[in-house]
């Protein structure tokens, strides 16, 4: 599986952006997908995730109500929508897939990630 986020850019507090995971591979169905981020000098964290089927999802607490994952195995593609955007949500987003559960939050857990793509929130 082959992963390729895009979306990230610069965006105003309390503004939006919407990330897209471009992936590849005949066994994307069949793996949940993740967000995780990095901000500089911190560890990549989680952000959400979603089942391979996309009738499950989990969230970091702070997210929710927030952020939103969606997936369309159909055209192999993951979004991250993100509404209300803070400073503190600065950093490269990855995309991840795993082959475990959807309620995985460790980034060891995840066998495949993409390049990451740079969100930059300006107060």
């Known amino acids: 599986v082959q992963l390729q986020a895009s979306g990230g850019g610069l965006v105003q507090a309390g503004g939006s952006l919407r990330l897209s995971c471009a992936t590849s591979?005949?066994?994307?169905?069949?793996?949940?997908m993740g967000w995780f981020r990095q901000a500089p000098g911190k560890e990549r964290e989680f952000v959400a995730a979603?089942?391979?089927?996309?009738?499950?999802?989990s969230y970091v607490d702070s997210e929710k109500g927030r952020f939103t994952i969606s997936r369309d195995n159909a055209k192999n593609m993951v979004y991250l929508q993100m509404n209300s955007l803070k400073p503190e949500d600065t950093a490269v987003y990855y995309c991840?897939?795993?082959?475990?559960?959807?309620?995985?939050?460790?980034?060891?857990?995840?066998?495949?990630w993409g390049q990451g793509t740079l969100v930059t929130v300006s107060s």
């Open positions: 991840a897939a795993s082959l475990g559960d959807y309620r995985s939050r460790v980034p060891s857990l995840y066998d495949y």
């Open positions: 979603i089942s391979w089927s996309g009738g499950s999802t």
């Open positions: 591979g005949r066994t994307f169905s069949r793996h949940t």
